[in-house]
């Protein structure tokens, strides 16, 4: 492949791999945005996600539509279910004790589904044709188009919910300031739900268009390593900086796969993202699009 064509190639192929990368991060900022909560466990609800959309499709036997389908109306409950009996009675409690109960719901998320999900397969029959697709001479999975073209349609109506619905708006008051949108009567609860609702479908979502560019499995839940530099490089609490970080990663790690890789051995390509995270911090420790807090003492 020529030098242009394989340059090509590789950004094609990271902004791709970039648009789901966004999904999973969205997941973790609404979170954020809504309740200042940081989800470590954001990976294994992309896990979950995934097999609970697998399982639908191998023991029912529906089609990857109603396999989503089912799949985010179990991950949803699950999450509205957590939201109430486990994050509501703990809602007072200190950031760090939030941070550890992530934790723990992660590693009690990964045993148990291995007991769950035990002899199911790990990922939905892909209906899209295995050859490539050829654009201008660059070669493109055809899986990985359609998954950044659901994904990218998931971003767009994502953002129009958050700038353009009432309910949208209302989180955005709620995570502006929670004091304030409780006294003008915005029933926080209610929206912490929603919010976990929309975790709920955005991991479905982004576990399963990740199942199919990857093969699925219980490793899926690494994904999640791959969010923080997103997050942070693109501001905690900028949609549009998580959207604009997700594409810079994915090309970063495509080309540094495609070029660096092949020089010092593999893998670096999984560590370039944090060593960019760390440069950042160092210029902007709120991220390129996040604002900084200012607090008058």
């Known amino acids: 492949m020529p030098d242009l064509a394989y340059l090509v190639f590789l950004v094609a192929d990271g902004a791709l791999a970039g648009s789901i990368y966004a999904l999973v991060a969205l997941a973790f900022v609404v979170v954020y945005k809504a309740s200042r909560m940081i989800n470590f466990a954001v990976g294994e609800w992309t896990m979950l996600g995934a097999r609970t959309a697998a399982a639908a499709s191998h023991t029912i036997g529906l089609g990857p539509g109603g396999a989503v389908a089912v799949g985010c109306a179990g991950v949803v409950a699950l999450a509205l279910l957590f939201n109430r009996i486990v994050l509501r009675p703990l809602s007072r409690s200190s950031l760090l004790s939030l941070i550890m109960l992530t934790l723990g719901v992660g590693i009690f998320m990964r045993g148990a589904a291995t007991v769950v999900f035990a002899g199911v397969p790990a990922r939905i029959a892909s209906p899209f044709p295995l050859d490539p697709l050829v654009v201008a001479g660059v070669p493109l999975s055809v899986d990985k188009i359609v998954a950044a073209v659901i994904a990218t349609a998931c971003i767009a109506a994502l953002s129009w919910f958050f700038r353009g619905s009432r ?61 923080f530099p997103i997050v942070i490089l693109g501001g905690l609490d900028s949609l549009a900086g998580t959207i604009v970080g997700a594409f810079a990663v994915g090309i970063l790690e495509s080309l540094v796969a495609g070029y660096v890789d092949p020089i010092v051995g593999g893998g670096f390509s999984h560590v370039a993202s944090y060593l960019v995270l760390i440069a950042t911090l160092f210029v902007r420790p709120f991220g390129l699009f996040g604002r900084p807090d200012v607090e008058r003492v």
Not at 173 to 183: G, I, K, R
Not at 195 to 219: C, I
């Open 167 to 227: 309910t949208g708006l209302a989180l955005r008051a709620v995570a502006s300031d929670q004091q304030v949108a409780l006294a003008v009567g915005i029933d926080l609860h209610r929206h912490f739900a929603i919010t976990w609702a929309l975790v709920g479908v955005l991991s479905v979502l982004a576990g399963t268009l990740w199942s199919f560019v990857s093969g699925g499995g219980f490793g899926i839940e690494l994904l999640g390593f791959k969010v």
